[in-house]
């Protein structure tokens, strides 16, 4: 018996449309490697599409005042809470994550962002008038850019839209959001959400693979690109963008150090920082990957870390006892096995380091020591559930092999000693530094990176400026 596969939609201007030459993605349940549903691949007559929609309906959407869209916004989040076993589901079909976590650590961080930014809608504002030359007065405007085009990853699809949709809409712009080839179920279903909220054309979500992404980056309509992934998508969307001057926003990979002082509580440091390292199968671009531990309890918090890997499960999203749930697709899985396969004779691997059982993409809790700061598994972004870990003598190589790679967007400092937390806090060159624990978020606080994690800021009201302009208008009082 062949079971029908569910059909997914693009949603443009209010409505639900198969692609306009009507192909199609499969879309594999990563806990499975099993086919669930088909999603449209959207070309240039599809992004046309929701361009236009998004362009018509900005203007009624930009002059609507703050508080009708802090209305509109409420309702969107309340809708997601009432709603909220319809978005696990298509999250877990999407993503193989544990139903547990992700109706635990997911749905409730969603919807107080939401909220946090329908709240920041009613403070669009400029600063104060004044005369700065005689016989005029200033004033300085803060309006929404326009339309947005946003493209989220598959780590986190339903955050992440709406880490791009909230600041969005609050300040004034409309949207078109792509979500990843391989996680569009759960974006889709809130365009089901929102679309009865919010006017036509003011959400749109457009499904399709990196073409369709570049049709809607190097669209001449929107005025701002926004993009959460990899480094060589960043770079590839700058690119795009400079051709016409759009704005760009870029969240982009990680490496996060985390630097262990031999004054810290090892029993302690050793349960935070595997359960930030493996969380989300360690999918996480502010994910504990790097560990680097003062050499004088090198040992003891390796053999620590290795028992927490090993007592760490990974497995079927209905088992309450897992952590995480399998690798995204296959790509990643080959990517994640073939780090461990290159790893170098000076490697040790301490615990894991191999897929478990043959269906689905689930790979082990994995730690490896004995790297040196050069070696290829220290310099690239893994983006699995792979801790690895390094010895350091002071202060200065701490911060040397810390601040020694391409990425720069999270890390995190574990010592008993404040001065030194306050020094190594101001040295370490990482858009986030967390002390004494890693990778807690919260809506009021920036999250956003430096070098190649990008520029821009997600969450607070810092985010919420990234999707405005400034304008100064004088009048002469003559």
């Not at 997911?106 to 930014?117: A, G, H, S, T």
């Not at 009021?444 to 969450?459: A, F, Q």
Request: aromatic residues 8%.
């Amino acid at each position: 018996m062949t079971t029908e596969l569910r059909r997914l939609r693009n949603y443009i201007n209010g409505e639900f449309r198969d692609a306009t030459d009507g192909r199609t993605i499969e879309v594999v349940n990563p806990a499975t490697g099993e086919v669930y549903a088909t999603s449209p691949l959207s070309g240039q007559a599809d992004v046309d599409a929701a361009m236009e929609a998004a362009a018509a309906a900005f203007p009624a959407w930009r002059d609507s005042t703050p508080s009708e869209r802090q209305k509109v916004l409420l309702k969107i989040a309340d809708a997601f809470e009432e709603r909220a076993e319809e978005l696990i589901a298509a999250e877990v079909e999407n993503t193989g994550k544990p139903v547990g976590i992700t109706a635990s650590e997911e749905i409730p961080p969603m919807v107080d962002q939401i909220r946090f930014f329908a709240g920041a809608a009613r403070l669009l504002e400029g600063r104060s008038a004044g005369e700065y030359m005689e016989g005029m007065t200033s004033i300085v405007r803060r309006e929404p850019v326009g339309v947005c085009a946003q493209v989220a990853p598959w780590n986190y699809p339903m955050m992440m839209a709406v880490w791009k949709f909230a600041p969005a809409l609050a300040a004034g712009n409309t949207v078109v959001l792509k979500p990843s080839d391989t996680t569009p179920a759960s974006t889709v279903l809130m365009a089901e959400i929102i679309g009865q909220i919010v006017p036509k054309g003011v959400f749109n979500v457009v499904c399709g693979d990196r073409e369709t992404g570049k049709a809607m980056v190097e669209h001449p309509t929107p005025a701002m690109a926004s993009i959460t992934g990899s480094v060589r998508a960043g770079m590839q969307v700058a690119e795009s963008a400079a051709k016409d001057v759009k704005r760009v926003h870029l969240e982009l990979g990680g490496k996060a150090p985390v630097v262990v002082f031999e004054d810290t509580d090892i029993a302690k440091a050793v349960e935070d920082i595997s359960v930030a390292g493996f969380f989300n199968a360690g999918q996480d671009c502010t994910a504990a990957t790097r560990v680097l531990v003062h050499t004088s309890i090198h040992d003891e918090f390796v053999a620590a870390l290795a028992k927490a890997a090993a007592e760490t499960k990974t497995g079927q999203p209905d088992d309450e006892d897992v952590l995480y749930g399998p690798l995204n697709n296959a790509n990643q899985l080959k990517q994640v096995t073939g780090f461990i396969e290159r790893l170098p004779a000076h490697a040790k691997v301490e615990a894991g380091g191999h897929r478990v059982g043959d269906k689905g993409y689930f790979y082990a809790p994995t730690v490896v020591s004995g790297l040196k700061q050069d070696d290829e598994i220290v310099q690239n972004e893994v983006f699995g559930p792979v801790i690895t870990v390094q010895s350091f003598t002071d202060e200065a190589q701490a911060l040397e092999f810390a601040n020694g790679v391409e990425y720069a967007l999270a890390s995190s400092v574990w010592t008993k000693d404040h001065a030194r937390a306050m020094r190594m806090s101001k040295a370490l060159d990482f858009g986030c530094v967390w002390i004494n624990t890693h990778i807690p978020l919260v809506a009021e606080m920036p999250h956003g990176g430096y070098k190649k994690s990008g520029y821009g800021k997600d969450l607070s009201a810092y985010g919420f400026e990234d999707y405005t302009r400034i304008k100064h208008v004088m009048t002469s009082l003559g």
